[in-house]
């Protein structure tokens, strides 16, 4: 099955640090790439990338795409304690199945 | 509310036992995908429905898990004679086949088998 690998796995920074997070996949069958964020409960959608180069943005989170080098970056600015979470990265196929990653868990300390 | 509703939020089960999980997505969405989460990992692909046909089930899915939607609208996952490595979060997610390609998940299922 494909693979999709997310660094670091997780991450301890304080309140206003700004922090990357990565998503490597491989490349068979390729839709889109997508990002989600996990407190407690259900992943709720972060961004949904397609194309390389083209940077979506919601408030302090960004993310782009890199189809040459096959991997994806999230971005959060002056992060929050509202921030900690794990965020999931998935492959999405033609199909529109997604094949997800591990997770990069996040906590931002006050 | 419209989401993605699933049904039980926890299930504490004895091992042998089966237990059934419903998922209830977005009326819209033709498309359901089962997925499974244990701690530290993120979700596994189990099956997923396009309408009531079940289009492809991961090779990770033992025979005593089966899946269904028999009306295209609602579906339940059945797991049989459950052991213990079946402890995990069971999420639902659903679709829309002409949409952008975005997974709506539900809350999860939680079982934990004793």
């Known amino acids: 099955e494909d693979k999709v690998v997310q660094s670091p796995l997780s991450l301890v920074v304080h309140e206003g640090d700004t922090v990357t997070l990565n998503c490597s996949y491989e490349v068979t069958n390729f839709r889109s790439l997508l990002w989600y964020k996990q407190e407690k409960k259900a992943p709720t959608f972060l961004f949904m990338l397609t194309s390389s180069g083209i940077e979506k943005k919601s408030g302090r989170l960004s993310s782009i795409l890199d189809k040459k080098e096959l991997f994806s970056i999230l971005n959060i600015t002056a992060t929050q304690t509202g921030d900690s979470a794990i965020y999931l990265c998935a492959r999405a196929n033609q199909g529109g199945k997604l094949i997800f990653g591990q997770g990069t868990e996040l906590s931002v300390k006050p | 509310d419209t989401g993605v509703s699933q049904d039980p939020r926890h299930k504490i089960t004895k091992r042998g036992q089966n237990v059934t999980f419903r998922c209830d997505p977005i009326?819209?969405?033709?498309?359901l995908y089962w997925y499974r989460q244990t701690l530290g990992q993120g979700p596994e692909f189990l099956t997923y429905f396009q309408n009531e046909a079940q289009l492809e089930k991961s090779r990770l899915l033992s025979d005593r898990f089966s899946a269904e939607r028999p009306k295209g609208s609602f579906s339940t996952l059945e797991i049989q004679r459950t052991e213990q490595g079946d402890s995990a979060m069971y999420l639902c997610?659903?679709?829309?086949?002409?949409?952008?390609?975005?997974?709506?998940f539900g809350e999860g299922s939680r079982l934990t088998v004793l």
């Open positions: 997610a659903s679709s829309s086949a002409a949409g952008t390609g975005e997974l709506f």
């Open positions: 009326s819209e969405h033709n498309r």
